[in-house]
Protein backbone atom coordinates (compact mmCIF):
# COMPACT_ATOMS: atom_id res chain seq x y z
CA UNK A 1 0.00 0.00 0.00
CA UNK A 2 1.49 3.69 -0.81
CA UNK A 3 1.18 6.25 1.56
CA UNK A 4 -1.37 8.81 1.41
CA UNK A 5 -1.78 12.06 3.98
CA UNK A 6 -4.82 13.80 3.73
CA UNK A 7 -5.16 17.13 5.79
CA UNK A 8 -6.93 20.20 6.47
CA UNK A 9 -6.70 23.34 4.23
CA UNK A 10 -5.53 25.42 6.90
CA UNK A 11 -2.59 23.95 7.88
CA UNK A 12 -1.27 23.72 4.46
CA UNK A 13 1.76 25.44 5.43
CA UNK A 14 2.56 23.94 8.75
CA UNK A 15 5.12 21.47 9.10
CA UNK A 16 3.85 17.82 10.23
CA UNK A 17 6.19 18.11 13.12
CA UNK A 18 4.53 21.94 14.20
CA UNK A 19 0.64 19.87 13.85
CA UNK A 20 2.35 16.89 15.63
CA UNK A 21 3.42 19.07 18.51
CA UNK A 22 0.46 21.45 18.69
CA UNK A 23 -1.75 18.17 19.02
CA UNK A 24 0.45 16.81 21.56
CA UNK A 25 -0.08 19.71 23.59
CA UNK A 26 -4.05 19.83 23.32
CA UNK A 27 -4.03 16.11 23.83
CA UNK A 28 -1.75 15.65 27.16
CA UNK A 29 -4.61 17.09 29.19
CA UNK A 30 -6.00 13.44 28.50
CA UNK A 31 -3.65 10.83 28.65
CA UNK A 32 -4.32 7.13 29.44
CA UNK A 33 -5.20 6.31 32.45
CA UNK A 34 -8.15 4.55 34.07
CA UNK A 35 -10.61 6.43 34.06
CA UNK A 36 -9.29 7.39 30.16
CA UNK A 37 -8.35 4.32 28.61
CA UNK A 38 -10.16 4.84 25.25
CA UNK A 39 -11.61 1.65 23.34
CA UNK A 40 -12.33 -0.33 20.18
CA UNK A 41 -14.96 -0.50 18.11
CA UNK A 42 -15.74 -4.23 18.57
CA UNK A 43 -15.64 -3.94 22.14
CA UNK A 44 -12.91 -5.57 24.50
CA UNK A 45 -9.50 -6.15 23.65
CA UNK A 46 -10.02 -6.26 19.55
CA UNK A 47 -11.21 -4.10 16.57
CA UNK A 48 -10.60 -2.65 13.20
CA UNK A 49 -10.11 0.54 15.57
CA UNK A 50 -9.00 1.84 18.99
CA UNK A 51 -9.75 5.54 19.75
CA UNK A 52 -9.37 7.79 22.79
CA UNK A 53 -10.46 11.25 23.24
CA UNK A 54 -9.16 14.13 25.59
CA UNK A 55 -10.52 14.74 28.66
CA UNK A 56 -10.37 18.11 31.34
CA UNK A 57 -11.90 19.80 28.52
CA UNK A 58 -9.54 18.75 25.49
CA UNK A 59 -11.55 17.66 22.31
CA UNK A 60 -8.61 16.17 20.60
CA UNK A 61 -8.48 12.47 19.44
CA UNK A 62 -6.87 10.05 17.92
CA UNK A 63 -8.29 7.03 16.04
CA UNK A 64 -5.56 4.02 14.78
CA UNK A 65 -7.35 1.79 12.08
CA UNK A 66 -6.19 -1.44 10.77
CA UNK A 67 -7.45 -2.61 7.07
CA UNK A 68 -7.84 -5.27 8.66
CA UNK A 69 -11.37 -6.31 10.16
CA UNK A 70 -10.16 -7.02 14.10
CA UNK A 71 -7.22 -6.57 12.99
CA UNK A 72 -5.90 -4.85 16.15
CA UNK A 73 -5.39 -6.76 19.22
CA UNK A 74 -4.48 -5.80 23.10
CA UNK A 75 -3.09 -8.18 25.09
CA UNK A 76 -2.28 -8.62 28.71
CA UNK A 77 -1.79 -11.74 30.79
CA UNK A 78 -3.24 -11.51 34.69
CA UNK A 79 -0.22 -14.07 35.57
CA UNK A 80 2.98 -11.86 34.47
CA UNK A 81 4.03 -8.54 35.79
CA UNK A 82 2.52 -5.38 34.25
CA UNK A 83 5.93 -4.43 33.63
CA UNK A 84 6.54 -7.69 31.82
CA UNK A 85 7.40 -7.07 27.70
CA UNK A 86 4.62 -9.88 27.25
CA UNK A 87 2.40 -7.93 28.76
CA UNK A 88 0.07 -4.82 28.38
CA UNK A 89 0.83 -4.93 24.52
CA UNK A 90 -1.03 -4.02 21.12
CA UNK A 91 -0.05 -5.85 18.12
CA UNK A 92 -1.85 -7.19 14.63
CA UNK A 93 -2.22 -4.44 11.27
CA UNK A 94 -2.02 -0.65 11.96
CA UNK A 95 -2.99 1.01 8.43
CA UNK A 96 -4.11 4.56 9.31
CA UNK A 97 -3.57 7.12 11.83
CA UNK A 98 -6.06 10.17 12.10
CA UNK A 99 -5.78 13.29 14.18
CA UNK A 100 -8.61 15.86 15.02
CA UNK A 101 -10.77 17.51 17.16
CA UNK A 102 -14.38 15.75 18.64
CA UNK A 103 -14.39 11.73 18.49
CA UNK A 104 -17.57 11.07 17.48
CA UNK A 105 -19.09 7.27 16.99
CA UNK A 106 -22.05 5.77 15.39
CA UNK A 107 -24.87 3.29 16.04
CA UNK A 108 -22.54 0.32 14.72
CA UNK A 109 -19.62 0.89 17.35
CA UNK A 110 -17.28 2.67 14.38
CA UNK A 111 -15.32 6.03 15.29
CA UNK A 112 -14.65 9.28 13.21
CA UNK A 113 -13.82 12.74 14.10
CA UNK A 114 -16.01 15.59 13.60
CA UNK A 115 -13.03 17.98 12.33
CA UNK A 116 -10.80 16.08 10.55
CA UNK A 117 -6.44 17.52 10.77
CA UNK A 118 -4.99 15.01 9.38
CA UNK A 119 -4.88 11.45 8.35
CA UNK A 120 -2.10 9.16 7.57
CA UNK A 121 -2.81 6.15 5.03
CA UNK A 122 -0.69 3.19 4.10
CA UNK A 123 1.46 2.86 6.97
CA UNK A 124 1.59 -0.84 6.49
CA UNK A 125 2.91 -1.80 10.13
CA UNK A 126 2.65 -4.89 11.95
CA UNK A 127 2.90 -7.14 15.23
CA UNK A 128 2.26 -10.60 15.44
CA UNK A 129 0.90 -11.72 18.81
CA UNK A 130 3.70 -12.82 21.28
CA UNK A 131 5.72 -9.69 19.52
CA UNK A 132 5.70 -7.88 23.30
CA UNK A 133 6.26 -4.32 23.33
CA UNK A 134 9.92 -4.04 22.54
CA UNK A 135 10.19 -3.32 19.18
CA UNK A 136 6.69 -3.33 18.27
CA UNK A 137 5.85 -0.50 16.09
CA UNK A 138 2.13 -1.19 16.15
CA UNK A 139 2.51 -0.92 19.98
CA UNK A 140 4.84 2.50 19.65
CA UNK A 141 3.04 3.99 18.01
CA UNK A 142 -0.66 3.50 19.28
CA UNK A 143 0.45 3.58 23.17
CA UNK A 144 2.57 7.23 22.59
CA UNK A 145 -0.22 8.47 20.91
CA UNK A 146 -2.55 7.39 23.80
CA UNK A 147 -0.41 9.37 26.00
CA UNK A 148 0.02 12.46 23.79
CA UNK A 149 3.23 11.66 22.42
CA UNK A 150 3.95 11.30 18.67
CA UNK A 151 7.50 10.26 18.76
CA UNK A 152 6.99 6.65 17.39
CA UNK A 153 4.51 8.59 14.66
CA UNK A 154 7.50 10.48 13.22
CA UNK A 155 9.74 7.79 13.61
CA UNK A 156 7.85 5.76 11.19
CA UNK A 157 6.43 8.74 8.84
CA UNK A 158 9.80 10.29 8.68
CA UNK A 159 10.95 6.43 7.75
CA UNK A 160 7.92 6.50 4.62
CA UNK A 161 8.80 10.16 3.58
CA UNK A 162 12.49 9.75 3.19
CA UNK A 163 11.59 7.37 0.07
CA UNK A 164 10.34 10.72 -1.41
CA UNK A 165 13.12 13.11 -0.16
CA UNK A 166 11.17 14.73 2.15
CA UNK A 167 10.25 14.64 5.73
CA UNK A 168 8.12 15.90 8.99
CA UNK A 169 9.93 18.61 9.23
CA UNK A 170 8.33 20.03 5.97
CA UNK A 171 4.99 21.57 5.66
CA UNK A 172 1.92 19.42 4.54
CA UNK A 173 2.01 21.36 1.16
CA UNK A 174 5.77 20.26 0.33
CA UNK A 175 4.36 16.96 1.33
CA UNK A 176 1.65 16.76 -0.98
CA UNK A 177 4.15 18.25 -4.04
CA UNK A 178 6.60 15.05 -3.11
CA UNK A 179 4.04 12.45 -2.78
CA UNK A 180 2.63 13.32 -6.51
CA UNK A 181 5.86 13.29 -7.74
CA UNK A 182 6.30 9.78 -6.27
CA UNK A 183 9.49 7.65 -5.35
CA UNK A 184 11.35 5.45 -7.70
CA UNK A 185 9.20 2.55 -7.27
CA UNK A 186 6.22 2.95 -5.51
CA UNK A 187 2.84 6.09 -5.33
CA UNK A 188 1.58 8.40 -3.30
CA UNK A 189 -0.53 11.15 -2.96
CA UNK A 190 -1.85 13.87 -0.41
CA UNK A 191 -4.94 15.13 -0.46
CA UNK A 192 -6.10 18.93 1.11
CA UNK A 193 -9.49 19.49 2.74
CA UNK A 194 -11.62 22.20 3.01
CA UNK A 195 -10.69 23.59 6.70
CA UNK A 196 -13.01 23.96 9.14
CA UNK A 197 -13.60 26.46 12.03
CA UNK A 198 -11.83 24.54 14.47
CA UNK A 199 -8.78 23.55 12.64
CA UNK A 200 -8.54 27.69 11.73
CA UNK A 201 -8.79 28.09 15.69
CA UNK A 202 -5.55 26.01 16.45
CA UNK A 203 -3.52 27.43 13.32
CA UNK A 204 -4.67 31.00 15.15
Not at 30 to 45: L, P, Q, R, V
Not at 76 to 94: C, F, I, K, M, R
Not at 149 to 164: C, P, Q, R
Amino acid sequence: MSLSVTYSASFANFTVDQYLSAWATGFKTAAHNASNTGGFNEGGTDGSQYAIRGTNGSNFAVIAESDTPTGLHYAWNASLPASDNQNHYLYGELDTVTLGNTLLRDASGNYSVQALAVSFDGLDLSAAQGAGRAGNDVHNVIYNLMQGKTSGLETVLDNLLADYGVSTNNTFAQINTALAAGPVAASAEAVGVQALPEDLALAA
